[in-house]
């Protein structure tokens, strides 16, 4: 049997990476404005208590609704016929409408004998990001990739306006509330777009419900690994320090968190590539390469963070959460390997070893919450931050040796001692806390990121002068 052969080049990943891109980079901006507006007008408390809310989120979406937002996304790519996008769309909101009955019952019921702060706002928050998380997949399965960007940008735009007009008199209730709008708005626009075309009853099937589950299932396992991972040691910091403490290490983590959601826009194209030709002639070439050249892309990025952050942040932070600058550098490098650990695993999609994806990622996730109990109670954020690194790269070098038996792909060792090395150089720099370390620190960071990627900057620089020149 010969393998078929497809067209591998990065041309199309480029133009889904573009289009992807436009949505998240919309969004990165955005929620970059959100971060002053949470500054200037809540305590580090109150930040510290938001962060925990929308950390709990992040562990509850998955085990209340099972993921399926996934399993929509691998069926309805493997066939855009009317009767499949029906029978996946009908069958996951059923999944959907049974698990808001579940978490509303388990939510109030402990309500009910432990008095949760801001209960009302706090449900609602939760409803609404869960029913988004799920609803924009199906925009993305059902329409288009445009129509997820559009989605995407729109929502978070109206979390933005709605923050600005009621934050300053309600405070954090108003970060609820904005989510709230947010939600409603979007329904509005699925029942706009017709959603209802795709919704029969005639096609809910329990066994359709429990072939996505069954899928979707071993990615909950993960997802709970990954909120080990990446959201555990903020309930430790709750917990040994103060409330306080979070806000500010929330900040720290949303500045470095930049490089994760750029990561989101390469992430969503490649996916949909490697779906379409894993398995085919030249795959493995294609996918070694693109992962050596992507990691030099989020090693850039983060250079450039460090470099920049000194000169921006003070212009957009509120003070009293600068400190935060410390601990900015480390948890990037840390999501540096988170990111390239979540690129990786879409090889266990393609494969349909969605348990491997659950049992790299709980590795990390062990490595950090038990070092948490030790590290954090002594040395404070520091340690946290530490922490968070050491367990995403136990996650990385984990996840490289296991793909080896469906990929082979090298282990650049010595590539990466010299990527951290040089961060480190360019963070060294800054230490100084004067304005001319600060520019030296971003000149150097901008230098040597231009020179790693001068061959992807002379490339598309000349498609662009050609076209234009057209």
Wanted: glycine fraction near 4%; charged fraction near 10%.
């Amino acid at each position: 049997m010969t393998k078929e052969k497809t067209e591998l080049k990065p041309k199309s990943l480029a133009k889904g990476s573009i289009i992807y891109g436009i949505g998240n980079i919309g969004t990165l901006v955005i929620n970059f404005f959100l971060v002053p507006l949470y500054t200037f007008y809540l305590t580090n408390e109150e930040l510290g208590y938001f962060d925990l809310v929308a950390s709990s989120l992040i562990l509850f979406a998955p085990i209340f609704f099972g993921h399926v937002e996934l399993a929509v996304i691998r069926w309805t790519l493997s066939s855009k016929d009317k009767e499949n996008l029906t029978k996946v769309v009908t069958n996951s909101l059923i999944i959907f409408i049974v698990g808001l009955i579940i978490f509303s019952i388990v939510y109030f019921s402990i309500d009910f004998f432990v008095t949760l702060k801001l209960a009302p706002y706090v449900f609602l928050y939760f409803i609404s990001n869960f029913f988004y998380i799920i609803a924009k997949q199906i925009v993305r399965s059902v329409y288009s990739s445009s129509q997820y960007v559009f989605t995407e940008l729109t929502y978070i735009l109206i979390v933005l306006f709605c923050t600005i007009f009621l934050v300053q008199n309600h405070g954090l209730k108003a970060i609820f509330i904005a989510y709230g709008f947010a939600s409603l708005a979007f329904l509005v626009y699925l029942l706009f777009l017709k959603i209802n075309k795709y919704i029969s009853f005639a096609f809910l099937n329990f066994n359709t419900c429990k072939e996505l589950l069954t899928y979707s299932f071993p990615l909950v396992l993960n997802a709970i690994s990954l909120w080990l991972n990446n959201q555990s040691s903020k309930y430790l910091i709750a917990t040994f320090l103060t409330l306080s403490a979070n806000g500010i290490y929330a900040i720290a983590f949303k500045i470095a968190y930049v490089i994760q959601i750029f990561n989101r826009i390469f992430y969503y194209s490649f996916q949909d590539k490697l779906y379409a030709v894993f398995g085919k002639e030249g795959f493995q070439e294609y996918f070694a390469n693109t992962i050596k050249t992507y990691s030099v892309i989020l090693f850039s990025l983060w250079y450039m963070m460090i470099g920049v952050q000194q000169l921006a942040l003070p212009l957009v932070i509120d003070a009293k959460f600068l400190s935060a600058m410390n601990y900015i550098p480390i948890l990037g490098l840390g999501i540096v390997f988170m990111s390239l650990s979540s690129v990786l695993g879409i090889i266990y999609q393609c494969v349909k070893k969605n348990i491997n994806a659950f049992k790299t990622s709980l590795l990390s996730g062990l490595i950090i919450v038990l070092l948490g109990f030790l590290v954090i109670p002594k040395y404070d954020l520091l340690g946290a931050s530490i922490v968070f690194t050491l367990g995403n790269f136990m996650w990385l070098l984990y996840r490289f040796i296991d793909i080896q038996q469906f990929v082979k792909v090298k282990i650049p060792y010595q590539r990466f001692i010299c990527y951290i090395v040089i961060g480190l150089l360019i963070w060294s720099i800054s230490i100084f806390g004067t304005l001319l370390s600060f520019i030296s620190s971003f000149v150097v960071a901008l230098i040597i990121s231009l020179l790693l990627n001068k061959d992807i900057f002379l490339k598309y620089s000349s498609i662009i002068y050609l076209k234009f020149k057209r």
